[in-house]
Structure formats: structure tokens, C-alpha cells
């Protein structure tokens, strides 16, 4: 068998990129349907002899002269998707190449990513030579934050020093993550007919609720991320115009910054309140690095910017220090006819290669 190359050159990384990208456009990958797109990657990975192993599926592998005594750094996007929205004028699962972009479900989001950091994990694959071992993690179920993806996988990685997570940030980094609580709310009151006079009304009473809580401010504010957002999402009450209901319920979407878990913003936001609030879940907490991290600053060094995300990803579920990049414009991510710029998969591939070679 022949020796693979310890070094790829751009244009093979960059073709095998693309290849690849057009092949699991057209696979659906709805979340919780991910398999056949996980055995297209590991067809990939066996096509260029690397060993890979599997968790559900969520497809991973260490480069080739691993060493439990290093650290790691671990590659980690996903391969699931949304479902398509009525609005596409073409079709989502067939890759289209048109005028230097790549047309598909998936394409930016976040598809770009994954495959340039299958092919930096290709670039490094067979170094001696690292300080760090590389681990690369393609996972499922991100869009829905469910617990087969990374967070059901991650107890099975080697100890992780830091995760680079891939998501479409113009190839900078988004070094803090807000944080995702979603909040039902009801408030009580009388239940009457519409006729007669109550002042014990649970609408009424729930709009004075609510249009306190839209406008209050959290005391502190977050270098990275700004203020914690609140949005009323949803309202239900009612259903007869003469019957006065006995209860009205809604739906907050809160955006946590790093200077609060959401525990302690759930507490905040309940004594502001007269409604009676319940958390669906408190996982998905704010994520933050520090500007002086070395990869961090390896990628200043090269021209990249820093900012603050405002939407939410697998970071959130990783119990370990992490940072967000890729290829891509989140604006795209969830829209109709989503594509990739051809050339932001080349530009990915050489940034994240520029940036580890720093660090590894």
C-alpha cells in the first residue's frame, strides 16, 4: 500500500473540500437522521487511511502518532441540518456549482466547516513533530442540541485542552458565545364572562408582566457579548371573545451573557416577575475564552478579528475551553437556496492551517 503523504498540497485539500461537500448536500441529514451522512465521512476517512471510530452517529479520530502524554486540541463541527423552508426555488439536497458558489442544505452550515477541518486534520495527520495531538469530532444532532451528539461523545474523546469549533464566522473568531434559555411563563387571574366587570383579568395582568420584563435591564454588561437579550416569543390565552380565561401563558427566548449562567439569570428574571416561570433546560450556558489564549492570539497575529456571537452552537455543551470559526456568514445559516463562496472553503482550510501551525 502506498505511503500516504504527510503533506497534502492546497489544491488536493481544496478539491477532496469540495468533493466531499457536494456528496453530503445531497444526503439529508435532519437531526436524529444523521447515519448515511456519517458513513460518507467515514468512507472519506477511509479513502485517505485514517482510522476512525464511532459513537451513535458521531464519527471521530486521533492523528496518527498520538501520545497520551500531550494535550489535545480537538476539530469539532456537525453534519446534521435543518429542515429546508418552503421558500427555496431550488432544490436543497442537489449541489449546485453556479458563478463561484456551491448551492445546498447544509452548504454554510455549517458543511463548509466540516469539510476544511477534514482536511486540516489531513494536513496533520502524520506530523511527529506536534506539541499537541489533534482529535476531530463530526457530530450530530447540533441543531437541536440534542444528547447524542458531541455531549454524548465527548466522555469518550481523550482529555480535551481546547475545542475549535466550526461554524460560519467569516473565518474570524467569536471568542464568547451567548448563552440559549428558553422560559414558559403563566399568569393566573379570574376566569369570567366578557360582560361583566373583572379586575382579576390574567391577559391584562400578563401584558403589565410582561412589558416590565421586555424593558428591565441585567445589571451587568458583558465586554464580549453586550447585554442579555429577552424576547416574548409567544403568547397564548382564550378562546371564546366573551370568556375572560383563567390563565395566560407565554414563551421567553433569553440570551445569556457570559457574565451570568443561567441558573442565576432565571432567578433574575422570576423576581422581576409576578407569572409563574419554568426553565425547559439550564444546559446551554454562555461560553467564553480569553483574548490572551494562544490561539486566540495566534489568529490576531494573522489579520483575523474577535467578536461576541449572538447565536448559540455546540460550545454551549463542551466542558472545556473553546472557540468558534469557519468558513461561512451565519446571515446564510437556516435561509432559503443557503450557499457556500467556493473560495471561502480554500480560504478556511489555509487560515486554520496558518493559526494551528502556530499552536501545535
Known amino acids: 500500500m502506498q505511503e500516504l503523504k504527510s503533506v497534502y498540497s492546497k489544491e488536493e485539500l481544496f478539491n477532496n473540500a469540495v468533493e466531499l461537500l457536494k456528496k453530503l448536500i445531497e444526503i439529508p441529514s ?38 497520551d502524554a500531550k494535550p ?13 423552508n418552503k421558500a427555496y426555488t431550488l432544490d436543497p439536497f442537489v449541489a449546485i456549482e453556479k458563478e463561484g458558489r456551491l448551492y445546498g442544505l447544509g452548504s454554510n452550515d455549517a458543511g463548509a466547516s466540516l469539510v476544511s477541518m477534514a482536511q486540516v486534520f489531513l494536513h496533520f495527520y502524520e506530523r511527529e513533530d506536534l506539541d499537541y495531538n489533534l482529535v476531530i469530532a463530526l457530530t450530530a444532532e447540533e441543531e437541536i442540541s440534542g444528547f447524542d ?19 460560519p464566522t467569516q473565518m474570524n473568531l467569536a471568542i ?3 448563552g440559549l434559555l428558553v422560559i414558559d411563563g403563566e399568569m393566573k387571574g379570574t376566569p369570567s364572562h366578557a360582560a361583566h366587570p373583572n379586575n382579576d383579568n390574567a391577559i391584562v395582568k400578563c401584558l403589565e408582566d410582561l412589558q416590565h420584563i421586555v424593558n428591565f435591564k441585567f445589571p451587568k454588561v458583558s465586554d464580549y457579548l453586550g447585554e442579555v437579550k429577552i424576547t416574548l416569543s409567544g403568547i397564548q390565552a ?19 451573557t457570559d457574565e451570568y449562567n443561567n441558573q442565576e439569570a432565571f432567578e433574575i428574571i422570576q423576581a422581576q416577575m409576578k407569572s409563574t416561570l419554568t426553565a425547559r433546560s439550564f444546559r446551554l450556558n454562555s461560553s467564553k475564552i480569553e483574548r490572551d489564549h494562544p490561539f486566540v492570539q495566534a489568529g490576531l497575529a494573522i489579520g483575523r478579528t474577535s467578536y461576541g456571537s449572538p ?14 470559526i469557519g468558513p461561512g456568514d451565519s446571515r446564510r445559516s437556516h435561509t432559503a437556496d443557503e450557499f457556500i463562496e467556493v473560495k471561502e472553503i480554500e480560504e478556511g482550510i489555509e487560515i486554520y492551517i496558518q493559526i494551528l501551525e502556530k499552536v501545535l
Open 149 to 167: 451528539g458531541i455531549e454524548g461523545l465527548f466522555p469518550q474523546l481523550p482529555k480535551i485542552e481546547l475545542a475549535i469549533v466550526g461554524e
Open 311 to 324: 447565536t448559540s452552537s455546540d460550545q454551549a455543551i463542551i466542558p472545556c475551553t473553546s472557540v468558534k
Open 30 to 67: 435532519f437531526s436524529k437522521d444523521e447515519y448515511n451522512t456519517s458513513v460518507e465521512i467515514e468512507n472519506f476517512f477511509k479513502k485517505h487511511q485514517v482510522p476512525t471510530e464511532r459513537y451513535k452517529n458521531n464519527i471521530w479520530a486521533v492523528n496518527k502518532h498520538f501520545d
Open 238 to 256: 382564550g378562546v371564546q371573545h366573551n370568556v375572560v380565561p383563567e390563565a395566560c401563558h407565554f414563551t421567553l427566548d433569553v440570551r445569556v
Open 176 to 178: 464568547a458565545e451567548k
Open 72 to 84: 489535545s486540541v480537538l476539530l469539532n463541527t456537525h453534519h446534521d441540518t435543518v429542515k429546508p
